[in-house]
Each structure stands twice: as structure tokens, then as C-alpha cells.
């Protein structure tokens, strides 16, 4: 039924998929909602994910968009299993995967991510971006490197969310794309912290206990409108949690690693240390080492 599952994982992403196709396309809400008899406050929410459409409208808008029949077809199907509470995503899906995160991190009031490898998306500078990227997807990663880059600039838009980095030391240790782009990309970090809306905590390595960061990397997103989110990327694979008792799961190891983590300022000053030895060739020196 329409309106079930609202604000689910799918329910979004097919948000966000109507509005790309919808904007690509050139067509406003207005014209559209003109097109298909429906008032445009209607398929603004189906855009945002506050309502969840039926697979007949979804079909009557990728119709009226001029669709493709396989993305008409794509899109429809999303609709039909759009009320799953939690979803695993498997297979090549790489573009649906980035609109589902661009979107997230659009309409989200509050971003929390657990790195245990490497720097939050983010957080990259360009080079470190593309050494990263260039590895697994060679043939196009100047164009998902410069989308990743702009990313960014969801931090510094008017009304932008809080994002908390919570960073493993061992992923800031890693020189990837050798010493001068990691100098840079520790000096990003520390002029990052500097924004208002950016907290950066460090989780130390070498603990004797164990703690959630050895479970792995994983990004929580609140919304204003809506349940929150747990978003989690695998080698080839993506899962998204809404179910409130998995969600709950990440919400305390959150608090948990706030408390193993150092503070904000420690964090900082840590990370200009290890910014230091990395400009001075030594990356993997440990002078910058925890007091």
C-alpha cells in the first residue's frame, strides 16, 4: 500500500532515483505533476522519501519522463519491495549505491561515520580519493573521483549536517598514495576540524580490549523527518539498516567508541603530529605517538 514504508532505505533511494531522472530530464515538479494529474507537493514527497508511491505511479512517471524501458522497469521493481525495513544490495550497482548516499548525506541533520580503514569519504582529498579509487574501478575513476570530491560540499551548505568522523588511528597511519598525498590528506583533517559542524575522534590503536571499531566501518545518518538509518559498504555488496533494533545496535556502539576515543582536542593535536611526520618523509615514523 502507498505510504507504507516510508523513509525506509528503499523508499529513499527510489526518491532519489525519481528525482535524478526527473531533473536529467529537464522537467519540473510543477510540469510534472501537471502531466500526471497529481498536485506537485505529492511527488515532492515521493522525491524525498516521505511517501512511499505505488508501482503504477512510479511506472506513470518514468513514462512520462521518457524512461528507458530497462530503467522504467528498474524503477518499478524497486517500488514494488520499497517497504523492506532493511535492505542488502549485491551485484553491480555502483551508481544506484552513490545517489543512495549523495542522498542521504543531502537530507540528513546529523552524519556519524566509523572509519577503521581509510579516511571518510568526506574527509578525501582529491589524490587520496583517486589512489583509492583508481584501484578498484580504473576506467572511470576521474569521473567517481571528482563526484566523490564534491561530496564534500554538503558540509558547508546553508543548513548542513553535523558530521562526527570517528577515525581509527591505524587509518590515518596508512600511507596510501605515498607520503605527499597523505601529508596532504592529514593536513585536510586538521583544517577540517576547524569548521563548526566537523568533529574529528581518534580511536587509539593497540587497545587490550576489544571495542566496536574491530567490527568495522559503518555510517549512521539522522534525518529531521524520518527514522534514522545504518549504512554499510562492502567489497561488492551494500547494506542498509531502519529496523530500530539493528539501528539501536549501532546508536550504542557510537556512545561506546566516543568514550574509548580521545577527545576533540587530543584527536586534533594527534593528527597535526602525525600531519608533521608525514611532511617530514617519515609517515610511518612513531614520534606522533599517544601520551
Not at 14 to 26: F, M, Y
Not at 95 to 108: C, N, P, Q, S, V
Not at 147 to 165: I, S
Not at 171 to 194: F, K, S
Request: proline share 4%.
Amino acid at each position: 500500500m502507498a505510504g507504507d514504508g516510508k523513509g525506509t532505505p528503499k523508499v529513499r533511494a527510489l526518491g532519489a532515483e525519481l528525482r535524478e531522472h526527473r531533473e536529467a530530464a529537464g522537467v519540473t515538479l510543477r510540469k510534472l505533476a501537471t502531466k500526471l494529474g497529481k498536485h506537485h507537493s505529492v511527488l515532492a514527497r515521493y522525491e524525498t522519501g516521505e511517501k512511499r508511491p505505488e508501482p503504477e505511479t512510479v511506472a506513470a512517471i518514468m513514462t512520462a519522463l521518457d524512461a528507458s524501458p530497462s530503467e522504467r522497469s528498474r524503477i518499478v521493481e524497486l517500488a514494488r519491495v520499497a517497504g523492506d525495513a532493511n535492505w542488502v544490495a549485491v551485484g553491480d550497482s555502483s551508481h544506484r549505491d552513490m545517489t543512495t548516499l549523495i542522498e542521504y548525506e543531502r537530507t540528513a541533520r546529523a552524519i556519524v561515520e566509523v572509519a577503521t580503514t581509510v579516511i571518510p569519504g568526506l574527509l578525501q582529498t582529491y589524490d587520496y580519493a583517486h589512489e583509492i579509487i583508481s584501484r578498484w574501478s580504473p576506467h572511470d575513476a576521474g569521473v567517481r573521483t571528482a563526484t566523490r570530491v564534491g561530496r564534500r560540499d554538503v558540509l558547508t551548505k546553508q543548513n548542513a549536517p553535523t558530521f562526527t568522523a570517528i577515525i581509527t588511528e591505524n587509518a590515518l597511519r596508512e600511507p596510501i598514495g605515498g607520503p605527499a598525498v597523505h601529508a596532504e590528506q592529514l593536513r585536510h583533517l586538521v583544517a577540517a576540524v576547524e569548521v563548526d559542524n566537523i568533529e574529528i575522534l581518534v580511536v587509539p590503536s593497540r587497545a587490550t580490549e576489544w571495542n566496536p571499531s574491530h567490527a568495522g566501518s559503518f555510517i549512521h545518518f539522522a534525518f529531521t523527518k524520518g527514522e534514522p538509518i545504518v549504512y554499510i559498504e562492502h567489497f561488492s555488496s551494500l547494506t542498509l539498516l531502519h529496523s530500530p533494533k539493528e539501528v539501536k545496535a549501532f546508536q550504542d556502539a557510537v556512545t561506546t567508541l566516543r568514550d574509548v576515543a580521545m577527545d576533540a582536542s587530543d584527536s586534533a593535536k594527534f593528527i597535526a603530529e602525525l600531519a608533521a611526520a608525514a611532511e617530514g618523509g617519515s609517515s610511518h615514523d612513531d614520534s606522533a605517538e599517544l601520551a
